[in-house]
């Protein structure tokens, strides 16, 4: 298990690539990081609309900053990002120079009680071996609302490895990922309460995206998932097999 110093450098090391995350003329990007983004931007403006603009906001593991400069751009006055990575904060100071940008571990928060009025963490929790720590942090430091997302380990796919007797690795950085019903009794446990619970996407690639390229382009193919996969994650049934469960939570 890599220490908070090793982390920091894996992170600070992959920082440039991490730009590219959000490349949405990129297919697979445009699949699954739109998917995903679509649905954690959804909560966010959901919760700035039942708390306003004029809040405190914390997102914990900022990164390069998509979410905060989403925020930004919806006219939340005060932002503040919390990162392990020096190289990521820096470049994210450059878009968005007013906002407070601190250096930290996300398993130790340098911030009083209840000072925020909204906290986000989306894709962290499951890169430490007890998310439970996190959201233990993230209720602390929240006074009123929290938006959480994390890759959900019962998909499809993921059922059907496990069945062949395989598993995605993620390189070893996913030290510990939960089923939707584990991540609500973490929630429970650290006194966050789900107010909105949405999952995306239904549909992964894998086999399906290869046989489809092989009728249409890789963007047509791209663009027709992400329209289908709209329509069935109203289905809450469906939903327990999304690959990412974003959750938005009330402090209680």
């Not at 939340?76 to 392990?84: E, F, P, S």
């Not at 906002?99 to 928060?109: F, G, K, M, N, R």
């Not at 925020?116 to 209720?139: A, M, N, T, W």
Request: hydrophobic residues 35%; positive net charge; aromatic residues 12%.
């Amino acid at each position: 298990m890599k220490s908070p110093a090793e982390w920091k450098q894996y992170y600070d090391s992959e920082s440039m690539e991490s730009e590219r995350l959000y490349d949405f003329s990129n297919p697979y990007s445009y699949y699954y990081d739109q998917s995903r983004s679509d649905t954690v931007t959804y909560l966010l403006t959901n919760a700035v609309e039942l708390i306003g603009r004029n809040i405190q906001l914390l997102e914990v593991g900022c990164g390069s900053g998509y979410y905060l400069t989403f925020l930004n751009k919806i006219g939340v006055k005060r932002i503040i990002g919390a990162d392990i990575s020096l190289s990521k904060l820096t470049h994210l100071k450059g878009l968005l120079p007013e906002s407070e940008l601190i250096v930290c571990d996300a398993q130790h928060l340098p911030f009083r009680n209840n000072i925020f009025d909204l906290v986000l963490c989306s894709e962290v929790i499951e890169h430490l071996p007890d998310p439970g720590i996190i959201l233990k942090e993230i209720s602390y430091s929240s006074r009123r609302l929290a938006v959480v997302s994390t890759p959900t380990k019962t998909t499809f796919y993921r059922i059907l490895l496990k069945f062949l007797g395989k598993d995605l690795k993620y390189g070893g950085t996913h030290l510990k990922e939960l089923s939707q019903d584990e991540l609500k009794k973490e929630l429970k446990a650290n006194g966050l309460s789900i107010r909105e619970l949405k999952a995306t996407p239904i549909i992964e690639f894998m086999g399906l995206w290869t046989l489809l390229t092989k009728f249409s382009r890789r963007k047509n193919v791209a663009k027709m998932l992400y329209s289908f996969n709209k329509m069935i994650s109203k289905s809450k049934y469906l939903m327990r097999f999304g690959v990412f469960t974003c959750v938005l939570c009330e402090k209680v």
